[in-house]
């Protein structure tokens, strides 16, 4: 009899099989290209298997199958950090950052992050995005080929410099467009490199030293000024509202460095993620036009629970981050294995994701598999899972649909071309080669605003 994957055993060992090149290739292929190698490392070693990189990374076991990903987000927060899983993003977001921290601190700032992402602050935060888009998306060119990624990343810096940040002053927005777009496009080696105190007068590593500090400056200003503002209570802006919640914590809340930290870990986690998923979901609808028609219908009657199965579906064919990170502080029995404390083990979105056996024909772009539809748990994952899925993933997802919605309503999309986009790693991201290429035509008959 032939054992299925999720029911063949492995010898009770201390780590799966990897593949044997040397930690520096290992490191690199890693870094660059894991939507390449991840698919080819699961057809030979299977949906578990050891990566041994270089400093500062760790040895890392990734895992595909769903009941090991179950496992590692119900097991316990205290053996699996994820705080310590995300250490490498620590130079650039600080040490109190939600995404890097573990245990009481992590859920000491993750309480007093809730209240500015709930549905009824969302709902406060969806009026200023939409009017936001549709400014920006009115600028679209018409008529020839343009990359949608770079102004959706543009769309989404203004989302984050007015919703999250709630700067005004022309001189601060002016200085921190620039700050913001150097640091949210930190490349994986500029990012290692900022480990190493001994690089920081070298370029790259100084550029971006530089930016972060003038990006600190201004700030570290702002909350100084709306710990003062008299009209705190009117504010609606992520910032404001987390000033608030210090005024109204029994704790005091959020320091000002603490502050700092969430509001870059925001931006980093929510800008060039959102703009890439969007990018990912226009470049899969004008490639299906039966999706794409379907989906300029539900932007005209406002269904936006179609839209927001589009963007789920453009997450799951083209997940934005291949993996999220639990190092363990102690030993636990996972996928087979005896796992030793201090290794890093990594759910991989993109492997589930990617699966047959959770979703029928994955190679195919059917947002109708969201619709009405809970996928099983952890087969859908783009977010991570558990006590330590992302924060902010109602906020993307609100941003996701109203953008769709407004672009769709304004326009008609074409391909520039027959051939599809391939993945390309940025960062910690996986953006379209091209950026997303489309033609955009202005629609002859507009659809009613509401």
Known sequence: MTLSRSETAHPPTSLPPGPRLPAVVQTLLFTLARHRIYPVLTRRYGDTFLIKPTAPYRPMVVLGRQEDIRTVFAGSPEIYHAGEGNAIMRPVMGEHAVLVTDEDRHRRVRRLLTPAFSARALQ???????????????????????????????????????????????????????????????????????????????????????????????????????????????????????????????????????????????????????????????????????????????????????LGAVAREALRIKPVIQDVARQLTAPVDLGGYRLPAGITVLPAIGIVHADPEHHESPGEFRPERFLGVQPAPNTWIP????????????????????????????????????????????????????????????????????
Request: glycine share 8%.
């Open 124 to 306: 406060g935060y969806r009026d200023d995005v939409t009017t936001l888009v549709r400014h920006e998306v009115a600028q679209w060119p018409v008529g020839r080929p343009f990359a949608t990624l770079g102004r959706l990343q543009d769309l989404m810096l203004e989302v984050i410099l007015t919703v999250v940040l709630g700067v005004t002053a022309p001189d601060r927005l002016a200085e921190l467009r620039p700050s913001i777009r150097h640091i949210t496009e930190i490349d994986p080696i500029t990012l290692m490199g900022l480990h190493s105190p001994k690089l920081a007068r070298i370029r790259p590593w100084s550029t971006h030293w530089k930016h972060q500090r003038r990006f600190d400056e201004i700030v570290y200003a702002e909350i100084s000024e709306r710990r003062v503002a008299g009209d705190l209570h009117d504010r609606t802006d992520v910032l404001s509202r987390l000033v608030q919640a210090a005024v109204e914590d029994a704790d005091g809340g959020l320091g000002d460095a603490e502050l700092r930290d969430q509001l870059i870990s925001i931006l980093l986690a929510g800008h060039d993620t959102t703009a890439t998923g969007l990018a990912w979901a226009f470049h899969e609808l004008v490639r299906n036009p039966g999706v794409l028609a379907a989906a300029q219908k539900a932007a005209d009657t406002w269904d936006d629970e179609y």
């Open 383 to 450: 977010f991570g899972g558990g006590a330590r899925r992302c924060p902010g993933a109602a906020f993307a997802a609100m941003e996701m649909t109203v953008v769709l919605r407004e672009v769709l309503r304004a326009y008609d999309l074409s391909p520039p071309g027959r051939h599809p986009e391939k993945q390309k790693a940025r960062n910690i991201t996986t953006v379209p080669s091209r950026g997303a290429r489309v033609v955009a035509r202005r629609r002859t008959t507009k659809a009613v605003t509401l």
